[in-house]
């Protein structure tokens, strides 16, 4: 019998949920830029993106 082990659950708040739809709209975005319309901080913006990467949404390398 195999084991299979289930990623982790990654819950996503209406701030990430906002970066992604920003990101999606406007992929050629900055991150000053991306930040600037989903109207927060550049460190919130990095936190929301790992996040984003973590659920699968979004990779390290701009695409998703």
């Not at 990623?7 to 209406?14: F, I, R, S």
């Not at 949920?17 to 709209?25: C, F, H, M, N, R």
Request: glycine share 6%; aromatic share 6%; no cysteine.
């Amino acid at each position: 019998v195999a084991i299979v082990k289930q990623p982790p659950t990654v819950e996503l708040d209406e701030i990430a949920l906002k970066v992604y739809e920003v990101y999606t709209a406007n992929p050629d975005f900055t991150k000053t830029a991306l930040a600037a319309a989903a109207g927060i901080s550049r460190p919130t913006l990095n936190s929301r993106l790992q996040l984003l990467e973590a659920a699968g949404k979004f990779n390290g390398n701009g695409h998703h």
